[in-house]
C-alpha cells in the first residue's frame, strides 16, 4: 500500500468513528482508566470497563473490539483477561493488547504466555515491551529478552523493535504499532513510519495506554491495520498541535484531549508518514 | 410543591453543603473515583472511597449519607455492597445507589437484586438503567428489560422512564434522578423537569457517576428528594456556564469543576426548571 | 543544620531528580493515582503502580525508593503491603508510608501494625494520622489516638503533631513530613516549618497522597529528611504559583502540575521555611 491509499484509509476510519459512535470495552489498568476512556469518548467511540470474566465476555460480545491492558494486575485478571481475549478470538472480533509491564511478576508473564493462542490482532507498545513479547511468544529473539523490559520505561529504540513487531504482526495476523520517538505501526509487510506527538507524552501518565484504547475503538469499524495507523497518527497530530500551544505537561493533556475531539478528518489523514 | 418551594430547597441545601461540609463516603467504580471526590470536594463536601465491607459500614457511621456505584466490580463487592446499602437502611441515613451497568454479568444482577429490602433512598441512572432496575425489583414492568440497558449508553429517552422513576421514588420512599437531555427528578408524587447542561457531558467519562456522588453529598443535609434536586440543579447550572466558555470535553471538564465551586446558591436555585 | 544548607540540599535535590529521572514505584491507593504518577513524572521522576506481593517486590528491586499508600484497601494488600516495605527495609532503601484512613476498618489497623517493625524511612501524613500512627506503634500516645483520625480530614493542627512526628523519625532513624496550613518537616532532631501553598488544595483529591509520591521520587536520590524537605518546599512553592493565578479547583490543580513541571530548582529551594 502507497501512503495515499493509507490516508484514505485512515479517514475513512475516523469518519466511521464519529458516525457509529462504537464501543470498545476494556479490561485496563488502575492508574490511566480516566485517561483511557476520555481518550475514547473524544476521538467519537464508547467506553466500558470491567473487571470480571463474564463482564469481560459480555463487553466482548456488545462491541465489536475489545481493550487489554495489562497494567495493574489483580488476582481476578488471572481468569478475566485469557477469558476476554479467548473470547474475542472466538468471535473474530478484534483483540487490541498493551503488554505493558511485560517482565515485572509471575502472573504477569503467565498470563502473556497463556494469550499466544488467541493471537490479538492489535498489539500496542514501546520498543522493550515489543522485543519482550515476541521473544516470550518465541517469534523472534528468546524469553531472555523479558529481563529488558522492566517497568514502563523505554530502554530501546523503536527501530531495534522492527524485527520483533514483523514477527508479531505476521503471527498474528493483523498489526503491531510501536510507540516512540518516531512510531511504527507495521502488518507485517508493510512498515510506516508516523512521527509527530511531542517530548511532553513522556511526563504525563497514560499516554500509550488510551493510544491502545483508541486503537480499539478504530478496530471496531476498520481492519486492524488500518486501526492501529488511523489512531497513531490521531494522537501524533493531535500532540503536535497540543505541544504548539503548551509547555507543561497538565496544561498540555488537556489540550490533547480537546485536539482528539476537534481535529477535522482530513487533518489527521494528513500526518507526517513515510512508508517502507 | 410548587417551583418556587422547590428553588428555596435548593438554595437552602447548597448553603447547608458549603458550611458544614459534610462527608459522604462512597463504594464507587474505578474509572471515575477521581472525578467523583473533585465533584464532591468542589461543591463543599467531603470524600472517602473504600473497597471493603466493615470499612463500608465505618463510613456509614462516619457520615450521613453514602454512595454506592455499581461501576467496576470486583470481587469483593460481593461482600461490601451490599453491607453498606443495609447499614445505612439501618441507621436511618440515605444511601444513593447508581446502578451504572445493570445487565452486564450476573454479579451484577445478583447485587442489585439483594439490595431490594434496603430501600436506597436516592437512585439516580439514565433512562435505561431505571427501567431495567425497576423492572429487575418488580416494581414496574419485569426483568426482560435488563437486556435493554447493556454498558453505559442510554437508550431510551427519559420520558419512557417516568413510570419507572415513580415507581422506585414509592418503593423506596425516596427520590429517583433520571439523567437525559433534560433530566426528571421525582420522590414519586412531584415530577421536577431539569434543563442545562451540555452535549459535551457525553464526551467525558464520570458525569453519571459524579452527579451521584454530588446527591449523596447533599443528602447528608436534607431530605433524598431536595438533595436529588439541587444536585441535579447545580451539575445543569455548571454545565450550562462551563459549555458557553469551551467547546471540547477536556477544557469543558475542568471549566465544570471550577463552576461547581464557583456558583453562588441563589444561581443554582435559578435554574430551569418545570413541575407537573 | 540551618537554613542555608537545607537550602543548598533541597536545590541539588531537585537537579538531581531532573537528571536521573529516578524510577519510585508504588503500591497506592485507587482514587489519586492519576495525580500521584502526574506529579511524579512532572517533578522528573518515573512511575509504576502495582497490586500483587511479587510485583511490589520487584519494584522495590528495580528503583531506589518506594511509595506505600494506605488509601483504598482490597484483599491483596494484606499481603502485598507488609511484602513492599519489608523488602526496602532488607534492600535498605527508602520507603514512604502514608498512612491515610488510619482508624477505617480492621485491616487498616493490622497492615499499618505489622509494618512497624520494617521502619518506614518516610512518614507523611496529616497531623491526626502521624498522631495516630505514633500512639499505635505506641512510640508517643496510645493507640486510642485512633479514634481520633478518622477518614482523610484533618482534626488536629500540625503542632499537636510536633511531638508524634519527633517520636516517629527517631524510631525509624528516617524524617515525617507533616501537612497542614504550615506544613512540618523533621528528621526527630532538626524541626523545618515551610510555608507555601494553597486552600484550594484541601478542594482537590490527592495533594497528600501525590505528596507522598513525589517524596519517593527525591528519596530515590537523597537522605530521607532531605527528600521530604524538597518535595514539601516544591509543593509548597508550586501550590502558591498555581493560586496566584487560579481562584478555581481545577484549574488550580492543573496549574499547580505545571508548576510542579517548571519551576527553576532555585526557586524551590527559596522557599519560606523557619529551621528550629
Redesign the interface.
Known amino acids: 500500500m502507497n501512503a495515499e491509499q493509507l490516508r484514505k484509509g485512515i479517514e475513512e476510519a475516523v469518519l466511521a468513528v464519529r458516525e457509529r459512535r462504537p ?1 470498545a ?1 476494556s479490561v485496563t ?7 483511557v ?2 481518550a475514547q ?2 476521538v467519537g467511540g ?7 470474566p ?2 469481560g465476555e ?2 466482548v460480545a ?1 462491541g465489536d473490539a475489545v481493550y487489554v491492558n495489562m ?6 485478571h488471572e481468569q478475566t483477561i485469557p477469558a476476554v481475549v479467548k473470547a474475542a478470538h472466538a468471535a473474530g472480533k478484534t483483540c487490541v493488547l498493551d503488554p505493558v ?1 511485560i517482565g ?5 508473564t503467565d498470563i502473556l504466555s497463556a494469550l499466544k493462542p488467541f493471537k490479538p490482532r492489535i498489539v500496542r507498545g514501546n520498543a522493550s515491551e515489543i522485543i519482550a513479547l515476541a521473544g516470550l511468544w518465541e517469534l523472534e529473539g528468546d524469553a531472555s529478552e523479558l529481563g529488558r523490559a ?4 523505554t530502554t530501546d529504540a523503536v527501530d531495534a523493535a522492527r524485527g520483533a513487531a514483523c514477527a508479531l504482526a505476521r503471527y498474528t495476523g493483523g498489526a503491531v504499532a510501536v510507540s516512540g520517538e518516531v512510531d511504527l505501526v507495521t502488518d507485517g509487510t508493510t512498515i510506516v513510519h508516523v512521527q509527530g506527538g511531542s517530548e511532553l507524552m ?5 499516554f500509550g495506554c488510551s493510544l491502545g484504547g483508541v486503537c480499539a475503538v478504530y478496530a471496531a469499524v476498520v481492519d486492524p491495520f488500518t486501526a492501529a495507523l488511523a489512531a497513531t497518527a490521531h494522537y501524533n497530530v493531535a500532540g503536535l498541535r497540543a505541544a504548539a500551544a503548551h509547555a ?4 498540555f ?7 482528539l ?2 481535529i477535522q478528518p482530513a487533518g489527521i489523514a494528513h500526518c507526517e508518514l513515510t512508508v517502507e
Open positions: 464501543l470495552g489498568n488502575g492508574v490511566t482508566t480516566d485517561f476512556a476520555n469518548l473524544a464508547s467506553a466500558a470497563m470491567v473487571y470480571l463474564d463482564e459480555a463487553l456488545a497494567g495493574t494486575l489483580l488476582p481476578v509491564g515485572i511478576g509471575q502472573l504477569r522492566h517497568g514502563v520505561d513522556e511526563r504525563v501518565t497514560g507543561a505537561p497538565a496544561s493533556k488537556q489540550a490533547f484531549l480537546d485536539e475531539y476537534r
